[in-house]
């Protein structure tokens, strides 16, 4: 007994700790950069020199030209990509969750997980321009000398970056569905129902998805705020003239001119006032789809009306995908390509002159980059395991409460905070620097690891962990030689979701960096309004090649690591 009192009041420790480091590390960073914009957007602005002007910053932001239709694309391009995204995922779980839950369906997610949102979009940008890969696949059909005149790819509502966010956040939603999938009795359910003469498709609209959505909303709102504040690929896929509000924000922001920080302040909190709002917005769809939902099932109906449409979702997922493993192809193929004319499909002639030419430029960008994934996947995944580690011992289940930390960088719009941290680091003679990016980095790499990690942490069969404590070893030996070696899976999964995060952070590192710290994502971006596909491609491939090997390599250790468990069940059975 005085051994697990004393076990507890480790756990205790260890998790206060944990807490401590998560509310100095995390919360308050975001909390003092909140504060910071909020005085700048008041036109307080001690560190460059700016005086008390009241709301001259709120009139500068209404003078912005075009603030309206940049408010209305960041709405429509924001809510429509989430609808799409979370609609797609769905319908495309309930046609072929089954397959999609097997380790086969697992590593054909991991390419689009992996890949970071610029490349992505640069791929995309590749594939649906006029002159891009599918309009040279349709010219022989059409008979097109030249490429076509539309605007496939900036067009003014943003239909190519509500595509390109779907490529990214259809793969992310579909696996925070088939994780909910485990904890609803989906097959209890589902023969149930279909007993009681209900079609498949109404029963996932009826019964699962019902149960399904109080444990996917919070990663719908994730998407949801992520989708209103993205920057870089809207800077690459959405409209230009003007831009979605986050892009404004940054161009204001980044300005010479440093009576351009007032209304981006101000619109820093605008951007905050509209995630808020579409939380609130999301909030009372919800509460109308609730009210609806029960008068639908106490009116009855065992119609099979649904299963077309969740067959037609699940066609448009499949076409996202189609599309997602164009973009990645399409990257690999411009970085060796030297003559592509229009309208032939291939390359007619192949170099790595865009390779060597830039071998230095590139060289220098994958070596910061992949130092800053390093250092932040590092710290992360053991701040994540202390802090699993401490509700053990603590014997304390998850609270709503650290659950809300954890999601808490990911809920807040980066533009909206960013800017003041970088104010703070610059008071503190903190700027320019790797470290002060990577920790601007593990701000957002922390609660991705969380994620990962957390369910497989918290489904580890509890009897491995009490029949070692059984034979005599500590907390300490329990967790390195039982629960750590039996978790190496999720471990090297979730270090291989904090690279691909850490890979794809583009404003952190722009802030933060000042311009100086050159990862594969800022270069990337940079260029892709370069006129040389080739280069930009060489950039974007090396992007998203880093999270891919992080991924290979979490499939890879485990089996190798394993190898000899296999051959031992094989030849006992």
Do not use: C
Not at 363 to 373: D, E, N, P, R, S
């Amino acid at each position: 007994m005085t051994a697990r009192r004393r076990t507890g009041a480790d756990g205790r420790l260890l998790r206060g700790a944990v807490l401590a480091v998560v509310t100095v590390g995390l919360v308050a960073p975001i909390a003092a950069g909140l504060w910071q914009t909020a005085r700048a957007a008041a036109g307080v602005m001690p560190a460059i020199g700016a005086t008390e002007v009241g709301l001259a910053s709120l009139r500068a932001m209404l003078d912005v030209p075009g603030l309206g239709t940049t408010v209305t694309v960041t709405l429509v391009t924001g809510i429509g990509a989430t609808a799409l995204s979370l609609a797609l995922a769905l319908g495309l779980a309930a046609v072929a969750h089954a397959r999609l839950a097997s380790p086969v369906g697992a590593r054909l997610l991991a390419p689009f997980l992996a890949a970071p949102h610029a490349a992505v979009a640069i791929g995309l940008a590749f594939v649906l321009a006029p002159s891009g890969w599918i309009a040279r696949l349709l010219a022989p059909l059409f008979g097109w000398a030249q490429p076509p005149g539309a605007v496939t790819v900036g067009d003014p509502w943003g239909i190519a970056l509500i595509l390109g966010l779907a490529v990214k956040e259809v793969p992310f939603l579909l696996l925070m569905i088939l994780a909910a999938l485990s904890q609803v009795r989906l097959r209890q359910d589902m023969a149930a129902a279909r007993a009681l003469g209900y079609g498949r498709g109404i029963v996932w609209i009826k019964v699962i998805a019902p149960q399904l959505w109080p444990l996917i909303r919070l990663p719908a709102m994730v998407v949801l705020a992520y989708s209103l504040s993205v920057v870089d690929m809207a800077l690459i896929l959405g409209p230009s003239n003007p831009p979605t509000l986050a892009v404004l924000l940054t161009r204001l922001f980044s300005d010479p001119d440093i009576a351009r920080l007032l209304p981006a302040s101000a619109g820093a909190l605008l951007q905050l006032a509209l995630v808020v709002a579409a939380f609130a917005g999301l909030w009372s769809v919800e509460r109308a789809a609730r009210a609806a939902g029960l008068w639908w099932l106490r009116r009855g109906g065992r119609g099979v009306t649904a299963e077309p449409g969740l067959r037609l979702a699940a066609f448009g997922a499949s076409v996202v995908f189609a599309l997602g493993a164009l973009a990645l192809v399409s990257l690999a193929l411009w970085s060796v390509a030297w003559r592509w004319p229009w309208p032939a499909a291939l390359p007619e002639t192949w170099s790595l002159q865009a390779w060597s030419g830039n071998a230095s430029g590139w060289g220098a960008a994958l070596t910061t980059t992949f130092a800053l994934a390093a250092l932040t996947t590092g710290a992360a995944l053991l701040l994540a395991i202390a802090w699993l580690e401490g509700e053990d011992r603590a014997r304390r289940g998850r609270a709503g409460w650290a659950e809300a930390l954890v999601y808490l960088p990911l809920l807040v719009p980066q533009i909206g905070f960013l800017y003041g941290l970088n104010v703070l680091f610059l008071q503190a003679g903190v700027t320019d620097h790797v470290l002060a990016v990577a920790w601007a980095q593990a701000l957002f790499v922390f609660p991705y690891v969380m994620i990962a990690l957390s369910p497989a942490w918290r489904a580890l069969d509890p009897r491995l962990v009490r029949s070692a404590a059984a034979l005599g070893a500590g907390p300490w030996r329990r967790l390195f030689a039982v629960k750590l070696p039996v978790l190496l899976t999720p471990l090297m999964t979730a270090a291989a979701v904090g690279v691909a995060v850490s890979v794809a952070q583009y404003l952190p590192t722009l802030f933060m960096g000042a311009g100086r710290v050159q990862t594969l994502t800022t270069e990337a971006v940079a260029l892709s309004s370069a006129s040389d596909r080739r280069v930009t491609a060489v950039y974007a491939t090396l992007q998203a090649a880093l999270p891919f090997a992080a991924f290979l390599a979490a499939f890879a250790v485990p089996a190798l690591v394993h190898r000899d468990r296999r051959a031992l069940r094989a030849a006992a059975a």
